[in-house]
């Protein structure tokens, strides 16, 4: 893991983090519409609007990602951050390179003054589940829904 930098998304991140988007929805067993992805990811990225992303590079070359927004949870009425996905290439796993976003995920929790952070994974995503249960998370028994707005009449 040396050399291993943890830092904001960039413009020239760009083409690299399609690609994880690409390879992490491949993984999931999931596709994702690519067009006008990029374009939408270089405005986000520039002008500092949702969502806040993080590449892991190693020797200069991204190796993978974290993206996090804020949320609210009504029970408790508070925000908190949600990390919204987490990927890294298959040959950064196991290197401690997750826990360092992770980490940075932690730290920008801390910087909005947010109390805890939250996410998710399939089910069958077994690796991850362990490796976030090492890290001392709390697993959650929900089912996630998503309706599609612009389908219904």
Known sequence: MSGLIVRRARSDDVLALVGFFQAHAEYEGARIDTAGLAERLEKAIETGEWPWIVVAEEGGIPVGYASFNREFNTW?????LHMDCLYLQPDARGRGVGQELVSAGVLLARQLGLEHMEWHTPVSNEGAIRFYQRLGAEALEKVRFKWR????S
């Open 149 to 152: 707005i612009q389908e219904r």
């Open 76 to 80: 408790r009425m508070a925000p908190y």
